[in-house]
């Protein structure tokens, strides 16, 4: 179905990733596995999760904004313009 990752985890803020395969994508699957993934960074102690996405990706931005993020910034990585979010946990 895919994957949802934390990792780079600095000082209680960890940084998103996921990917969901194209069979799947539409269902809501992102937006539950984000939410697994928030829930689990809590338990771990976490406060804040971050993302990063690319401007062009609408499908993407609404997954991050529905399951509590909030966009925080740009930022341009290779050629790609890139959308900054977070979560905040507590």
């Known amino acids: 179905m895919g994957r949802v990752n934390l990792a780079g985890i ?3 803020v960890a940084q998103l990733g996921y990917r969901i395969g ?3 994508v539409g269902r809501g699957v992102a937006s539950v ?3 697994l993934a928030l ?3 809590r338990a771990r102690g976490h406060w804040a999760v971050e993302a990063r ?3 062009g990706n609408p499908a993407s ?5 529905k399951t ?8 341009q990585v290779g050629e ?5 979010y977070s979560c905040d946990l507590d």
């Open 22 to 24: 194209e069979a799947y």
């Open 33 to 35: 596995a984000v939410a």
């Open 80 to 84: 790609l313009d890139m959308a900054l």
């Open 61 to 65: 931005i609404r997954v991050l904004e």
């Open 53 to 55: 996405v690319a401007s």
């Open 39 to 41: 829930d689990e960074a």
């Open 68 to 75: 509590g993020f909030y966009r925080t910034g740009a930022a």
């Open 10 to 12: 600095d000082g209680g």
